[in-house]
């Protein structure tokens, strides 16, 4: 993985310092809370229902066991031992004190983490596919590229105060592991047909109160123009965005208002203006990035074999393993989905135990996933046994990736100030009514958000959950039909919302409805695309 | 009732106006009626407090109680952590919440 070279250390080691003067000016009130929220927020330390919270950046998901174990540390020195993975691939900390957060900053540039650009109007952490560098269906890893935008945009004044939050996803493999369309701008890695590497690039999706899919605005960049393009897109939108509505701001406003053909006309334009000034990332800067990305040793001639002797490894290696690139490894998906559990909390034992399992195991690698999940990249399928048991021990070894019990929820009201409904406790009512159905039902993603932000996806979720405040009441209304893989598409609203209760109660009728109605081979969402809302509706409000 | 809270700036505790000072306890939240504006803008002058506002709330035989939810969150904690509530052994008390 990459490491900081003096440079990038120095940057964050600055940031630290001058943040600790910041604090200090607040708490002796030489700076005002409107003064200083917005110095914070570029810090990633944002004020919640209970105290500050703090979002660390995990760069594209990838990090290794130092920095895991650190993160450790911190949830037990700085926190109250545990933290939540989110679904931009970072990790945050719930019960954070202002008068030790630049502590809390010091020790984690201690291990090359930091929270900038987690919040506020910039540039967020890159998102890219969690099982870079070992998936069978890439073409290429992708992390390199998302690396190159990190540096090109972390700290560059033109991307400093954007019209809005700005997200960009990377994959290199025909099946979708990040929600690519529903990013403000990704690109997806391919090969033409002389071989050369180049880009499918999208622009103007996102979720929130005004869902849109990306549209293709490139079917073949040249990989040599990869950053000129990304620049053309940012200062198109930058130059027109809405900046006189909150709701209107996003790059996908523009895209819709504009057109995909006259937006990408424009995007061409200013991308022509770069063209002329021949001006891109620098070849050795992007070489001397891949570099860091090589693939770790991999051992030949190792066995495939996987004594499946025990059900519960066996159902576990079938759930949560997946095809590596290199012969005789597996990926291995550790869900954070206990059953009746919290969606992506991790305890910071835990953390520790996960690090450990990763430099033993894994080539010192570990991901977090955009669907609240972590990755053990890199495992000898012989390790596999062994690795389960650890996982199992700690609280760990629940098998239901992609199923019922596999669910993205939000912190929604038990935490955040924006949301207007609890996410966790119907995330928990869900697993527990579903739990030992997850064969039975397939493929299911369930995706909750405590408010229209859509933290948790549920536009994108084959059954979705959206949390609302109805006269002072929780209400939740029920989504079918969305997709963030490759077969992207935007959930619809049933009709009328439900309490909590109520909406376990339709979402099991709908799970029924799928049920009776379901074809060979047929996963809930297939089988929605292909006999429609209606039959559900009809079960739901009978 | 009108009722007065906020998060203690260096800490981002939540605080509640008992009259004198603040509280991480709702049970001592004052009434304010409307001298809730007046002593927030002392408060914020002098750091007691972060992003403090005034709430409606209900008397109750156990103490104020918000009539919003995302108060009666605050007030409580998560309801999904009662270990992490101020009332740990109070299988009651996240009942309160809603």
């Known amino acids: ?542 | 009732m009108k009722i007065i809270t906020g998060n203690n700036l260096k800490t981002g505790a939540v605080i509640w106006w008992d009259g004198q000072g603040w509280s991480l306890h709702i049970e001592d939240a004052a009434d304010v009626g409307d001298r809730g504006d007046q002593i927030l803008a002392v408060e914020d002058a002098a750091c007691r407090v972060n992003g403090g506002y005034v709430i409606d709330a209900e008397k109750t035989a156990k103490g104020p109680r918000p009539l919003h939810i995302k108060d009666r969150v605050r007030a409580y904690g998560p309801t999904v952590r009662a270990d992490l509530s101020l009332k740990p052994a109070d299988p009651e008390a996240g009942s309160w919440v809603i």
């Not at chain 1, 008068?99 to 506020?120: N, R």
């Not at chain 1, 919290?342 to 430099?359: N, R, Y």
């Open chain 1, 1 to 542: 993985m990459y490491r900081y070279d003096n440079y990038d250390q120095a940057m964050i080691d600055a940031r630290v310092a001058e943040f600790r003067d910041q604090t200090r000016r607040r708490i002796e009130g030489k700076l005002t809370d409107d003064q200083f929220k917005p110095l914070r927020l570029k810090n990633g330390l944002y004020l919640q229902l209970h105290a500050y919270m703090l979002r660390v950046a995990i760069p594209y998901g990838t990090l290794n066991s130092r920095q895991m174990h650190k993160l450790a540390d911190i949830a037990r020195k700085y926190d109250r031992s545990y933290g939540h993975i989110t679904t931009r691939q970072n990790i945050q900390y719930n019960w954070i004190k202002l008068e030790e957060a630049p502590d809390l900053l010091a020790e984690l540039a201690t291990v090359e983490m930091h929270g900038i650009q987690t919040s506020g109007e910039s540039i967020r952490n890159v998102s890219a596919d969690q099982y870079a560098g070992a998936a069978a269906d890439e073409i290429m890893d992708p992390r390199p590229w998302a690396e190159l935008i990190r540096q090109m945009t972390n700290f560059m004044p033109e991307f400093s105060y954007l019209p809005r939050k700005f997200k960009i996803a990377v994959i290199a493999s025909d099946q979708d592991r990040t929600a690519l369309r529903w990013h403000d701008a990704a690109v997806k890695i391919v090969r033409n047909a002389a071989g050369e590497t180049g880009f499918e690039v999208y622009a103007g999706g996102g979720m929130g109160r005004t869902p849109f899919l990306s549209f293709r605005i490139r079917d073949f960049l040249p990989a040599g123009q990869f950053f000129s393009y990304l620049q053309a897109i940012l200062r198109v939108w930058n130059m027109h965005a809405r900046r006189d509505n909150i709701h209107k701001q996003r790059m996908k406003i523009l895209v819709h208002e504009l057109g995909e053909e006259e937006f990408r006309r424009q995007v061409e334009e200013e991308f022509l203006h770069f063209e002329t000034l021949g001006e891109d990332f620098p070849q050795a800067e992007y070489d001397r990035i891949a570099a860091y990305f090589a693939p770790p040793p991999f051992e030949t001639g190792l066995s495939e074999e996987i004594d499946r002797s025990d059900p519960d490894f066996a159902l576990w290696v079938d759930r949560q393993t997946v095809a590596h690139k290199a012969p005789g490894y597996a990926i291995v998906n550790i869900s954070l989905k206990p059953i009746g559990g919290i969606p992506g909390d991790i305890s910071a034992d835990q953390m520790d135990i996960v690090a450990d399992l990763a430099e033993r195991y894994s080539f010192d690698d570990l991901r977090a996933t955009h669907a609240q999940n972590l990755v053990l990249p890199h495992v000898r399928k012989s390790d596999l046994y062994a690795v389960w048991k650890a996982l199992d021990e700690a609280g760990l070894g629940a098998a239901n990736l992609d199923t019922v019990t596999d669910i993205i929820a939000c912190p929604g009201l038990d935490y955040c100030s924006l949301a207007n409904a609890r996410s966790i406790p119907v995330a928990e009512k869900i697993s527990e009514r579903f739990a030992g159905r997850e064969t039975e039902l397939g493929e299911l993603k369930i995706k909750i958000s405590g408010c229209i932000n859509a933290c948790g996806h549920h536009h994108a979720g084959h059954i979705g959950i959206l949390g609302v405040d109805r006269k002072g009441t929780e209400n939740y209304q029920l989504l079918l039909g969305g997709s963030g893989a490759e077969d992207a598409s935007a959930a619809k609203i049933t009709g009328p919302g439900f309490d909590e209760a109520g909406v376990v109660d339709a979402l099991e009728k709908a799970t029924d409805v799928y049920l009776a109605q379901r074809q060979e081979g047929e996963r809930f969402l297939d089988t929605y695309r292909r006999i429609g809302m209606e039959p559900f509706k009809e079960a739901i409000y009978a």
